[in-house]
């Protein structure tokens, strides 16, 4: 299961790959750094309630689908407003005609 970036949008394969990708724990460091300065991993974990060990784990998943970025004193923070998510489910014969 794969994930692709296609400009400023995330595409899954599958419901089970988004959400292996992005569980409820793992989504808190996007939503903390809104509306702040850069937080650091300590601090995300912190308000998350995670040890700093996952909270790194989760930090570098996200950092890898773009949804946190790094600054340059090593915190994170959301270059983003919003986020919408969509999903479209098909069946397995796909879409009739």
Same mark, same amino acid.
């Given at each position: 299961m794969q994930t692709r970036r296609q400009g =400023? *949008?995330?595409?899954? =394969?599958?419901? @089970? @790959?988004?959400?292996?990708r992005l569980s409820d724990k +793992?989504? @808190?460091?996007? $939503?903390a750094?809104?509306? *702040? !300065?850069d937080l650091g991993?300590? =601090?995300? $974990? %912190?308000? @998350?309630? %995670? !040890?700093?060990k996952r909270m790194?784990?989760?930090v570098q998943s996200l950092l890898e689908l773009g949804l946190v970025e790094r600054t340059a004193p090593g915190g994170?923070? +959301?270059p983003y407003? =919003?986020?919408?998510? !969509?999903? *479209?489910?098909?069946?397995?014969q796909g879409v009739a005609a």
């Open positions: =400023e *949008q995330l595409n899954f =394969e599958t419901p @089970a @790959a988004f959400f292996s +793992r989504w @808190a460091p996007v $939503g750094p809104q509306g *702040q !300065d991993v300590c =601090e995300l $974990g %912190r308000r @998350a309630g %995670r !040890d700093v790194h784990e989760d994170v923070v +959301r407003t =919003e986020v919408h998510i !969509d999903m *479209q489910l098909l069946s397995p």
